[in-house]
Nanobody, 121 residues
Framework: QVQLVESGGGLVQAGGSLRLSCAAS????????MGWYRQAPGKQRELVAT???????NYADSVKGRFTISRDNAKNTVYLEMNSLKPEDTAVYYC???????????????WGQGTQVTVSS
């Protein structure tokens, strides 16, 4: 089992900043890609940003230049620094982690429980 614990969501005014964290624990041999997704009411879940084990990043066009994804491999943690927040960034944010299990080396894809981000205008 892999557990993902998210933190850092909340209510912020437009133009403000928030930092999300997601810590992975459990049966982990190695962590491959880590990422953040979001889902607004009535909409499908969408990719926000991803980061590979080597540090390569990918961002949705809507957040480029405003959000920064990073990871601390020693802590098995991924972060999302969100600046210049807009009301349209309001959503539940989910972290996603691909891990390699010990012994079997099987890949596992896990989701966090989600954290609410609300941006007021």
């Amino acid at each position: 089992q892999v557990q993902l614990v998210e933190s850092g969501g909340g209510l912020v005014q437009a133009g403000g900043s928030l930092r999300l964290s997601c810590a992975a624990s459990g049966s982990i041999f190695r962590i491959n890609a880590m990422g953040w997704y979001r889902q607004a009411p009535g909409k499908q879940r969408e990719l926000v940003a991803t980061i590979t084990s080597g540090g390569s990043t990918n961002y949705a066009d809507s957040v480029k230049g405003r959000f920064t994804i990073s990871r601390d491999n020693a802590k098995n943690t991924v972060y999302l620094e969100m600046n210049s927040l807009k009301p349209e960034d309001t959503a539940v944010y989910y972290c996603n982690v691909e891990t390699i299990r010990p012994i079997s080396f099987a890949r596992r894809n896990s989701w966090g429980q989600g954290t609410q981000v609300t941006v007021s205008s």
